[in-house]
């Protein structure tokens, strides 16, 4: 089974964005499985370090950051298509609580991918000739990256820390609502509203009863086929800004792959060179650098 679903159903629910990313994903998805990454252990890294040069210290360092971005994109990816995935199939069972759920969870993941991996393309092209002098062994001065390495950590490691529990600030979750304030910073349609109307749906609220119902005057009749009426009507509304949410969620990890290339770490995603990035305004100058 294709990674991202049926195309012509998810063209219904996310527009032409469906059909762009699905396209390309299926394309490289044998691509995405070829690979493996092993990191070492924290304590075992600092413990070894002190028996390092600092031309293997830079080229351990940097193999795993490039390895964090390459499996942040891969995961990204996935998991995106994942919630398409659930998306069609709820709406073809006409589960407005199913695809609502699914809907929301793909603007959470749109703020979470591009917060994660926004500036990892630009970042891994800046500094190209640096980390290829690392990877290579040739650099005699330490050089790391404290923003990237947190960003890329808590893409991975993110979670709810318990009471009392002593963990690093990137291992920490953020709320739901502090992926939807990222989305709506990157100018995704009416994704505050839309949220806001999917949780409405999704928690317990007036209007997941009122769905359920039909009225004339001072009537209400139980109308259990108006679910469907509402789903239909909800999905078309929503169609611009969750398609708007897949290119905000897909394009980060597929620019990060593409930037991957020029370290000859991984396998080269070969579709990935064909496709044209140019209507996404981060690419032409990270293009430039990689030159």
Not at 27 to 32: A, N, S, T, V
Not at 34 to 55: I, N, W
Not at 112 to 134: F, N, S, W, Y
Not at 260 to 267: A, I, K, N, R
Request: neutral net charge.
């Amino acid at each position: 089974m294709a990674l991202f679903p049926d195309i012509r159903k998810a063209k219904a629910l996310f527009g032409d964005a469906a059909e762009i990313y699905g396209s390309i994903i299926n394309e490289i998805e044998p691509f995405l499985v070829r690979d493996c990454y092993k990191f070492e252990p924290l304590d075992q890294f600092e413990q070894r370090s002190a028996e390092r040069t600092v031309s293997e210290i830079n080229r351990v360092y940097w193999i795993e950051m490039l390895q964090r971005a390459h499996m942040a994109s891969v995961a990204a990816i996935a998991r995106t298509c994942r919630w398409v995935d659930v998306a069609v199939r709820e709406y073809d069972a006409a589960n407005i609580f199913g695809w609502s759920s699914a809907a929301r969870s793909i603007i959470e993941a749109a703020g979470d991918a591009g917060e994660g991996l926004a500036a990892v393309p630009r970042t891994l092209a800046d500094h190209k000739l640096m980390i290829q002098g690392c990877l290579s062994g040739s650099s005699t001065t330490l050089h790391t990256s404290a923003e990237l390495e947190d960003l890329l950590i808590h893409f991975s490691h993110a979670r709810k820390i318990a009471k009392g529990e002593i963990a690093p600030d990137s291992h920490r979750a953020k709320s739901s609502a502090a992926y939807v304030d990222f989305v709506t910073r990157m100018n995704v349609g009416d994704v505050r509203p839309l949220y806001a109307k999917l949780c409405e749906i999704v928690h317990p609220a007036s209007t997941s009863v009122a769905l359920f119902f039909s009225g004339a005057g001072d009537t209400l009749t139980v109308d259990l086929k108006s679910e469907v009426d509402f789903l239909e009507k909800s999905a078309k509304a929503s169609r611009q800004t969750l398609g708007a949410c897949l290119m905000a969620s897909f394009n980060p990890a597929l620019l990060t792959l593409r930037v991957l290339h020029s370290f000859d770490h991984f396998t080269r995603i070969t579709p990935l060179k064909k496709v044209n990035f140019s209507a996404i305004p981060a690419w032409p100058p990270i293009e430039k650098l990689l030159k």
